[in-house]
């Protein structure tokens, strides 16, 4: 195709000007290693598809390419390209060709246009107001491939929920796990887990309508709606799903008028045989400020923990992740792999990523030399800076509060417990003074702090609840 030719010439000739040749030989030889394995497909109707060997081009091309990919479509197709990718999964055992699966590319970036969505809603969403009784709608599920069963690893930590939710996905809203709601700390696939249930229920009921949102999304529609006097159209909206997912939803703590329309919407869903999947870094029992009648709902269906994957299936989740990519490895670079990344699935995957694209840009064959080499690079340039205000951000994610009530005089416990846990945290972590934290935790006297510390240090010894507080958001702060 000689336009992707003359794309790729453009993008080559387009390359950031070193300031000596040899860095510009770099940038060019890592260009060429990269575009090399990536073949035009076909170009139709300002469709634009690529074939490229991995997930890993992909992101690697969209991470780092992507603005001179559009200039360069600009140039030699025109405005409004579209780009799509064909990705080469692994070659199942027995088929002559691989097997391809499409992709959609990020969009390539075009003039702006009139929006006609009302304001805060996703445009994934067409016509979200629709009358009440209508049940065809036109809706991205906002579901991404790769979240699928297939590429869900199991192990005891996370065997028992995910069996569940490959039940509920045979029988959507007619099982007694509704809701379900489950709940783990960061990065260990809570996510993953509940749009695979989507996926499922789309594929084997494709008239069902499912939609996966954050909980962020959903406070920030529920906004622009009641200011735009349309809770009721918002609420109609809702109602017609059939598979409602919501992430991370411990952020409705606090939000009063939020919580209200989520409890009658939830009401009508599970009355009309809908299924509800919830995510959350916390128990029901333990979201701080939530209504009592929606965390009684909570429990109507199962609650399922998820916790940080062990050794062995760390181990399975790297083989699986470089096994698409094409890449083995050798048992000693998997167990060192698994044993160097403790913490959560993402954290993980972030570390593999970094490794393929050292190995596949520098052209260096994998080992374990290079393993650890990158692993202490990663380490050196993601060291955290643990101060104040690092520390008031975490405990305000965990508690699902804004920093503004932390920072406030209320003596409301949901708010107290959480100040006095941020006050301790900046003293046992930081080098600051009693009188220091109290000026960066809203003008607190000296004394005040002190007496946080102390009550933190006093009570975590008797309470369980604030045990296990300072257990997890110390682990949190630190890593």
């Not at 972590?429 to 007496?451: A, C, P, Q, R």
Request: with cysteine; proline share 3%; net charge positive.
């Amino acid at each position: 195709m000689m336009i992707w030719q003359r794309c790729l010439q453009f993008m080559r000739d387009n390359l950031n000007a070193a300031e000596d040749s040899s860095d510009l030989k770099k940038l060019e030889k890592s260009f060429d290693l990269l575009f090399d394995k990536v073949q035009p497909v076909s170009l139709v109707d300002n469709n634009l598809t690529l074939m490229v060997p991995s997930d890993f081009y992909k992101e690697y091309i969209e991470d780092n390419y992507l603005s001179l990919l559009s200039a360069a479509l600009k140039k030699n197709i025109g405005k409004g390209v579209k780009l799509w990718y064909s990705v080469m999964e692994n070659k199942p055992f027995g088929l002559e060709k691989p097997v391809t699966m499409n992709m959609k590319g990020k969009s390539v970036p075009t003039p702006k246009v009139q929006e006609t969505m009302p304001q805060g809603f996703s445009s994934n969403i067409v016509n979200p107001f629709v009358l009440p009784g209508i049940k065809k709608v036109n809706i991205d599920s906002n579901l991404k491939a790769d979240f699928s069963f297939d590429n869900y690893i199991e192990g005891e930590s996370n065997k028992f929920a995910a069996t569940v939710a490959r039940s509920i996905a045979k029988r959507p809203g007619a099982t007694a796990f509704n809701p379900l709601f489950l709940y783990g700390g960061y990065g260990v696939g809570k996510t993953h887990l509940g749009q695979a249930v989507g996926l499922e229920v789309k594929s084997q009921f494709p008239d069902k309508v499912v939609l996966y949102l954050s909980s962020e999304k959903f406070i920030q529609q529920f906004i622009s709606a009641a200011k735009a006097h349309k809770q009721t159209e918002f609420a109609n909206f809702y109602q017609m799903v059939d598979v409602l997912i919501i992430d991370d939803i411990q952020f409705l703590s606090g939000k009063s008028a939020t919580q209200d329309s989520f409890f009658h919407i939830f009401d009508y869903l599970h009355q009309n045989g809908k299924q509800i999947i919830l995510t959350s870094d916390k128990a029901p029992v333990d979201i701080m400020d939530i209504q009592d009648r929606i965390v009684s709902r909570f429990k109507w269906g199962l609650s399922a923990e998820i916790k940080s994957p062990d050794l062995q299936t760390r181990r399975q989740i790297i083989v699986d992740k470089l096994s698409r990519d094409g890449i083995v490895l050798t048992d000693d670079i998997l167990d060192f792999l698994a044993t160097e990344t403790k913490t959560n699935v993402r954290e993980l995957i972030g570390v593999i990523n970094s490794v393929i694209a050292y190995s596949t840009v520098y052209k260096r064959d994998m080992s374990l030399e290079l393993l650890k080499e990158t692993i202490s690079k990663i380490a050196a340039t993601q060291k955290k800076i643990i101060n104040i205000p690092y520390i008031q951000e975490v405990v305000c994610d965990y508690f699902g509060i804004k920093k503004e009530q932390l920072l406030s005089k209320t003596r409301k416990r949901e708010i107290a417990l959480p100040r006095q846990l941020a006050m301790y945290f900046s003293k046992e972590l930081t080098n600051s003074t009693f009188t220091k934290i109290g000026m960066e935790m809203g003008g607190k006297d000296h004394s005040t702090v002190m007496y946080a510390c102390d009550t933190i240090k006093d009570v975590s010894k008797i309470d369980k609840e604030v045990k296990k507080y300072v257990k997890e958001l110390g682990e949190r702060i630190k890593h």
